[in-house]
């Protein structure tokens, strides 16, 4: 007998640091969707941008897997490590769709990216083969693709955390304490990921 075929859906961000947030989204995408699984997916650096406020690729997908822990219905993804940067969306899915063929993946994305999704490369191609759930955002509107039948909008609890502000509290030597989970947050001290940002 086979694996049967599951329905993943795929997270992808920099994830730099994961943090609290990014977790109750994928929790929320279990609780409230038909997905078997939560991927989510680590973006590399991109080698022909200068280094910026990027942690190392592997820093951040093991923070992932610190984030995530014991939970079987989501999965740290270091799938486009191994793609041509920069990696766009509908080539992961595509590779994906070829190495995973009894599967079926949809994306989770942000209600500030579906606004702008037209503009995404081959965004209809996607959207004939894929569906997308979108945590919906305030102050940003959704677009015409928000009626698309492909198109689910949940209303999943949003905590106002940024990465960004998370990396200036580390380089102002303030607690990120319960902006990260205390795996994240060990990590962070023990590995000094964010030392020299």
């Known amino acids: ?3 049967a075929p599951k329905k993943i859906g795929l997270f992808f961000g920099s994830f730099n640091p994961v943090h ?22 680590v973006s590399p650096q991109n080698p022909h941008k200068k280094k910026n406020t990027l ?3 592997y820093d951040r997908l093991n923070m992932v897997k610190e984030a995530i822990g014991d ?11 191994g793609l041509p940067v920069p990696s ?6 595509a590779y994906l769709t070829e190495k995973y063929p009894k599967d079926e993946f949809s994306l989770i994305m942000g209600g500030d990216n579906i606004g702008s999704f037209h ?5 209809e191609t996607i959207l004939k083969y894929h569906h997308i759930f979108v945590y919906s955002r305030p102050n940003y509107a959704l677009g015409d693709l928000a009626d698309h039948p492909k198109v689910t909008i949940l209303d999943a609890p949003l905590l ?12 102002e030597d303030k607690s990120i304490r319960y902006l990260v989970s ?16």
């Open 20 to 41: 609290v947030g990014h977790m109750i989204i994928a929790n929320h995408m279990i609780n409230e969707t038909d997905l078997d699984q939560v991927w989510m997916v």
């Open 182 to 197: 205390d795996r994240v947050y060990e990590f962070i001290k023990d590995s000094g990921a964010y030392k020299f940002l």
């Open 88 to 93: 766009y969306t509908v080539d992961t899915l």
């Open 160 to 171: 106002d955390i940024s990465a960004s502000y998370i990396r200036k509290c580390i380089r």
């Open 1 to 3: 007998m086979g694996i």
């Open 55 to 57: 942690a190392k690729d």
């Open 119 to 123: 503009k995404w490369k081959n965004y």
């Open 71 to 81: 939970n079987i219905r989501i999965k740290a993804s270091n799938i486009e490590f």
